[in-house]
């Protein structure tokens, strides 16, 4: 028996099947096997999604665009 | 008119006589209080001619020595107020120099206060855009736009 990798999906809202599909596509060539994915709703993201797998974070939200938006203006 | 011989020869002797005792009483010592009297006035003469001189001599040293003074007093002062001039051009300089190393510092100062609180000034302002376009993206987009930068960001994935 072999058990999937979980990736979590950390965003502002549910994603659509669509939306889905497309970032589950994503995450395919990313890590070449099948994931599991887990989505969690943040709403303190505004907008956009986390992604974490693998013990990687692909950080995709508004909210972490503006805190690097932030970060290159200090 | 007869001529007495005898009366003659007693008027010579009479004049003879009275011309001794006034050579003897009168004339000797009126000529020698007179010679005297010359003798000490050439003296007087003679002496105050010396006390001229010498009034002249002391006169003309007592100039000389006025003069020296004089001129002993003009080179102290000009060496006194040449002195105060130089120690009032050091310490003018010395106080410039204190004056601009203070009015350096001073605005060295400001410019540092001005860059820091520009700076504090400019971190705020990030801030507060970043701030603030977080609230305003929070207030306004809709379930719709969420779902549309999703979707947006979902396609861009690759």
């Known amino acids: 028996m072999t058990t999937k990798s979980i990736a979590l999906i950390r965003t502002s809202s549910k994603l659509d099947a669509s939306t889905l599909k497309l970032v589950n596509k994503h995450l395919t060539s990313l890590s070449k096997q099948n994931l599991s994915i887990e989505q969690v709703v943040d709403p303190s993201l505004i907008a956009g999604f986390v992604i974490e797998v693998g013990g990687k974070e692909y950080d995709y939200s508004i909210k972490g665009s503006l805190a690097k938006l932030q970060a290159q203006l200090s | 008119m007869e001529i007495n011989l005898w009366q003659i020869i007693f008027q010579a002797v009479n004049f003879g006589v009275v011309l001794f ?45 006025l003069a020296k003074a004089r001129k002993e007093a003009a080179g102290i002062t000009r060496e006194a107020t040449a002195e105060a001039k130089k120690q009032a051009e050091a310490i003018l300089y010395e106080a410039k120099q204190k004056a601009a190393a203070e009015s350096a510092q001073m605005h060295k100062n400001a410019e540092e206060s001005i860059a820091k609180k520009q700076k504090e000034m400019e971190s705020s302002i990030k801030d507060l855009v970043v701030a603030t376009s977080k609230k305003m993206l929070e207030s306004t987009l809709s379930a719709s736009d969420i779902s549309k930068i999703n979707k947006a960001i979902a396609a861009k994935l690759k």
């Open chain 2, 21 to 65: 005792l006034l050579n003897r009483v009168l004339y000797k010592p009126v000529i020698k209080m007179l010679d005297d009297r010359a003798k000490k006035i050439n003296e007087g003469q003679l002496a105050a001619e010396k006390n001229l001189k010498a009034s002249a001599e002391l006169d003309k040293e007592q100039k000389a020595v």
